[in-house]
């Protein structure tokens, strides 16, 4: 037993003396019984400076809590294991991770504690920066004013920056771990275009190298986004899927841009054809409408209606010949104060007459104290001209037109022009306004056009909304100038 016990202490000496771990033995009123070499070297005392004495090395704003942590092992005879700070002979403090064990002799009664502390000051030190590393990570990807999202090999989701969550309405979704199909049953409205994210991302391992293309997301407002998307796979060494990274930029915007500036071009084109339309044209139509007024008086009764005929015909085309000047020819204008309910109670009186051969009646609708606008009088009224023109050709069975004149708010007036048409499709009327388009056997789409032209020079807005068999509304938007109200009622009262 004896030879046992020597064995025992020679193996005890070995280990305290090898071991890269610090080692502390004391009894229970905290006096120290042993220490190894290198806890020396961590600490800073030598052993000859602790034997006997307190633990020195709880700093005091911990001594309560290590009473306690004391206090449980000795109540449950447990190993205890826990991270916390230490102090050097210095006073400097340090990370350690602890690991204590009680000492307990043959009648089972704890005689003794074992402390075996790791330094980790460097570990924590490497975790406290990865941790900021990956705020800072996060922080810029939140910043980003783009769709950025990382995928693993499978498809599943494993970080997206706010955006993209936004994109999708994922705020309060566990989106970690699943695949798009997966979160398609979080948010029904967006199943079809998380399906072709999931075709889109197949596509990508399939090419093996990076992808370009436009995705769309629509959006809860009948809206949708356009997103230039660029999509990284990342293998690992022997060829196997390990990441996909998605970016995609919002492109709706350039889009806008690039279908104003094709209309544009257009319009380019379109002023050129006129110019030279206006002197093919309008110079022939002159001759030919002076001989017909000399041929006026020679022709008998009965063929009178051939003149007829052929004066109207020569003023349609010279109506479409003034279409494309107005195209082509900077007009002249005059802008001054108007009262709206004033002008379109005069455009109701121009096209009164085709109103009551086809059955129609148009109903004026105005709010009191309407601000004036601030107009050029004879553009706004050919831009009503043509809306009425184009809702009474619409109702081929008679109806009511109602036109609502109201304040929109302190900034702008909303002309407002119900039908009860035959309506438009919806797919046809994002082209309405351009050039040659138009829903009429014999119409050329410039009427339209030009109403666009000259509401957008005032700074305003058109906008149609229609439904088949049941009628269009167009709206139109004018700007109320800086303080008009003011203006407006000066005007007024000087009446």
Known sequence: ME?????????????????????????????????????????????????????????????????????????????????????????????????????????????????????????????????????????????????????????????????????????????QGKKDSELAAYNEFYRDTLSCCEKSDQKTWENGCVTRSEEVIPQSDSKSIIFDVIKVPIFYPDGRRKALVIIGRDITELKQTEELLRKSEKLAVIGQLSAGIAHEIRNPLTSVKGFLSLLQSSISENNDWYLDVMVSEINRIESITNQFMAVAKPQAVTIRLQDLRLLIEQVSVVVYPEAIMNNIQIIIEAEADIPLIRCEVNQLKQVFINIFKNAIEAMQSGGKIVVQVMKLDHNRVLIRCIDQGCGIQKERIPYLGEPFYSLKEKGTGLGLMMCYKIIEEHQGKITIESEINKGTTVDVILPIPPLLEEVSSDLTEGN
């Open 3 to 175: 030879e046992d016990l020597q064995s025992t202490k020679q193996q005890l000496g070995l280990f305290l003396k090898n071991t890269v771990d610090s080692i502390i033995i004391f009894d229970l009123q905290c006096n120290v019984i042993k220490v190894n070499e290198a806890f020396v070297e961590v600490f800073g005392w030598t052993e000859q400076e602790v034997i006997g004495r307190q633990l020195s090395i709880v700093p005091d704003f911990l001594i309560d809590e290590c009473n306690e942590i004391h206090q449980k092992i000795l109540n449950s005879r447990h190993v205890m294991s826990f991270d916390t700070i230490r102090q050097r002979k210095d006073g400097s403090f340090i990370d350690v991770s602890s690991f204590v064990s009680p000492i307990v002799n043959a009648k089972g009664n704890v005689t003794a504690f074992v402390y075996i502390l790791r330094d980790i000051t460097e570990h924590k030190r490497m975790e406290e920066a990865l941790k900021e590393s990956e705020k800072r990570l996060r922080t810029l990807i939140n910043a980003m004013p783009d769709v950025v999202l990382f995928k693993d090999g499978e498809g599943r989701w494993l970080e997206a920056n706010d955006y993209a969550i936004s994109c999708f309405q994922f705020e309060n979704v566990p989106y």
